[in-house]
C-alpha cells in the first residue's frame, strides 16, 4: 500500500525488509476448541493465507538478532510461537509447518513436560526431544510451575501467579518484596535450567502465562518492576499477548525486553 511504502521510507529502511516483525501467538489446534484454540481447519486456513501472501517464518535466532539491529530479514516477516506444550499444539501442527516450510516456537511448562513420562494433555519429556529433532521447532520457557492462579487477598480471591504477591495465610498478609523475588525467580531459573539441561541448549525467551508481567495487578504495584528485574536476570526476550487495539508491532531496538504477540 501507497502508506506502508512511505513508512518504510521514513524509516530508512530499504523497500523489500522488514523494519517490523509480528509475532503470532497461538494455543490449542483442536476439533473441540475451548478458549484461545483453534479448530485445524482454521489454522491451515490463516497458515496458507501467510503463505500465500508471501509472509515466512523465521527463527527466535533470527528474531533476537533483528530486534538487536544486527540483521535485516524480508519484509514479510514473522514469528510463530506455541503456548503450553500441549500435544494438540504439535501433533496437528507439525504437518502443515512441514508442508508449507514455516518453523515455530514452543513455549514449554517444565513441570508438566521435562519431568513427566507419561500425560494425555502435555508434550513428554521425550515429544519435547522429538520436537527439537525435526528442525522446525524451538523450546523455549513458559514457567516451571508458575502457569496457575495463586491466592492474592484475605477473601480468596486468586491472581496470576507472576503478576501478584501471594496471599500467605498463616500468617494473615501478602508476601514481603524479597519473598515475592525469591519466588518467582526461583520458578525462572528452574524453568531455564531444566531445558537448558534436558535439550543442551542456551534458553534465552520466556513467555508470561496469562501474559501477566504486572500490568493488570490488583494487590500492589511494585510488581511490575519487581518481576521485570528478576526477568532480565535471566532471560534476553520476554513474551506477552497485546490486547485488543494495543500497538502490536516489534522494531529494532536493542534495550528492548518485552515482545509483543498477536
Avoid: C
Avoid at 87 to 108: I, Q, R
Avoid at 226 to 249: I, P
Amino acid at each position: 500500500r501507497p502508506d506502508f511504502r512511505e513508512a518504510v521510507a521514513a524509516a530508512g529502511t530499504p523497500e523489500g525488509v522488514a523494519y517490523a516483525v509480528p509475532v503470532l501467538a497461538y494455543h490449542g489446534v483442536t476439533n473441540h476448541p475451548r478458549e484461545f484454540d483453534l479448530t485445524r481447519e482454521q489454522f491451515v486456513d490463516q497458515m496458507q493465507a501467510l503463505k500465500a501472501d508471501g509472509w515466512q517464518t523465521i527463527t527466535l535466532a533470527q528474531f533476537e538478532s533483528f530486534m538487536k539491529g544486527e540483521i535485516q530479514v524480508p519484509e514479510k516477516s514473522f514469528l510463530l510461537t506455541f503456548d503450553d506444550g500441549r500435544k494438540e499444539s504439535y501433533y496437528p501442527v507439525d504437518p502443515v509447518l512441514n508442508a508449507l516450510g514455516f518453523s515455530a516456537v514452543m513455549f514449554t511448562i517444565s513441570a508438566h513436560s521435562i519431568d513427566v513420562r507419561e500425560s494425555a494433555y502435555y508434550l513428554t519429556g521425550s515429544e519435547i526431544m522429538q520436537l527439537a529433532r525435526t528442525g522446525r521447532w524451538e523450546i523455549q520457557a513458559h514457567s516451571h510451575e508458575g502457569h496457575v492462579a495463586i491466592p492474592i487477598g484475605s477473601d480468596g480471591k486468586e491472581g496470576s501467579y507472576y503478576g501478584h504477591r501471594r496471599w500467605i495465610k498463616e500468617e494473615s498478609k501478602l508476601e514481603t518484596d524479597e519473598e515475592y523475588v525469591a519466588r518467582v525467580t526461583t520458578d525462572l531459573t528452574t524453568v531455564k535450567q531444566k531445558l537448558d539441561t534436558f535439550l543442551d541448549q542456551d534458553t534465552t525467551a520466556f513467555a508470561l502465562p496469562f501474559g501477566d508481567y504486572g500490568q493488570e495487578n490488583m494487590n500492589t504495584h511494585e510488581i511490575k518492576d519487581l518481576l521485570g528485574g528478576a526477568l532480565k536476570q535471566t532471560y534476553d526476550y520476554v513474551f506477552y499477548q497485546v490486547r485488543n487495539g494495543e500497538f502490536s508491532a516489534n522494531y529494532p531496538n536493542p534495550e528492548l525486553m518485552l515482545v509483543r504477540r498477536i
